[in-house]
């Protein structure tokens, strides 16, 4: 199981001031905080600085890496930030977040991952949009991983996202991530399926309970890979017990040890 801090992202009212004035320790405070509440790698997200990313990425990435030792998801669609970042980062295994099956995107961002033996979020995304059913969903799975396979992309090093768009727009949006991720896991079994949790709740009261609900609803279809607020507390304790329940820590090993540290309550 993958678990990627999702906080320092430009779009949060509070990250992106202290971004644009450039505030190390605002930045690195929730970098640590985030990897002692138990996330494996930090998201990097500064797609809402539109004029100068590709600077602020770097910034980013090496402010991070001065706070933490694990390793970075840089999330932008713009290969030009994405080069900067991977660039600058020097902690373990970056991952490339992300690459879609649009053409130019492919195209692009393939000979970086190869480059820099990164891990890759590859999302379901082709040239005509974000899909809006399962089987259109799993027509991209299979052409994503042929694609990256046959370019000498290790499965153990890609991650499909079959993109998550809120609950709130669609009553079967659930359903087919759900089906989606069945079909990786079944299908691909050595490929690893992510997701960015927080996206099925926009735009309706108590989040956190739709982000607790679904993340226990995908781990249980296969999904082992979150994009999420580490900071929650409920949701640590409900992803160590769901890795117990579905098979996936051998004498509840990790449960134990996340209750020792104080990981959950
Ligand atoms: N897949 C992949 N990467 C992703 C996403 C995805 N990266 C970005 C996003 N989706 C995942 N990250 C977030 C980060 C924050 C929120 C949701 C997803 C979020 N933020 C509150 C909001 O916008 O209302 C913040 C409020 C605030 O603090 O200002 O919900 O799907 N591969």
């Known amino acids: 199981m993958l678990i990627i801090g999702e906080l ?8 992106k001031p202290a ?7 605002f930045i690195q405070d929730l970098a640590k905080k985030q990897v002692e509440a138990g996330a494996h790698y930090v998201d990097v997200n500064c797609g809402t600085m539109v004029y100068n990313e590709v600077e602020t990425m770097e910034w980013l990435v090496n402010t991070v890496q001065e706070a933490v030792s694990a390793p970075l998801c840089l999330d932008t669609p713009r290969a030009e930030a994405m080069e ?3 660039a600058a980062a ?3 295994q970056t991952m490339v977040n992300s690459i879609t099956a649009e053409k130019e995107r492919f195209e692009k961002v393939l000979p970086m991952v190869l480059k820099y033996k990164a891990k890759v979020i590859a999302l379901c995304m082709g040239d005509n949009g974000i899909p809006n059913s399962a089987e259109e969903r799993i027509t991209i799975v ?16 890609i991650y499909l996202d079959p993109l998550i768009t809120p609950i709130s727009t669609g009553e079967k949006f659930g359903l087919d991530v759900l089906e989606t991720v069945r079909f990786i896991r079944q299908e691909h079994p050595r490929v690893h399926a992510a997701c960015g949790l927080s996206n099925i709740s926009f735009g309706l009261p108590n989040r956190k309970i739709l982000n607790q609900a679904f993340m226990i609803q995908t781990m249980a279809a296969g999904m082992d890979a979150y994009i999420l607020d580490p900071l929650d507390k409920a949701m640590m304790g409900f992803v160590y017990a769901s890795q117990a329940l ?3 820590d051998s004498f509840c090993m990790g449960y134990l040890n ?7 309550e």
């Open 90 to 92: 020097k902690n373990g």
């Open 142 to 157: 299979r052409q994503l991983i042929r694609d990256l396979t046959a370019a000498g992309v290790a499965e153990d090093d």
């Open 246 to 248: 579905v098979g996936q």
């Open 84 to 86: 900067a970042g991977l």
């Open 258 to 264: 996340a209750h020792r540290k104080g990981l959950y």
């Open 19 to 25: 971004v644009e004035q450039r505030d190390a320790a």
């Open 8 to 15: 320092i992202n430009t779009s949060r009212k509070a990250v």
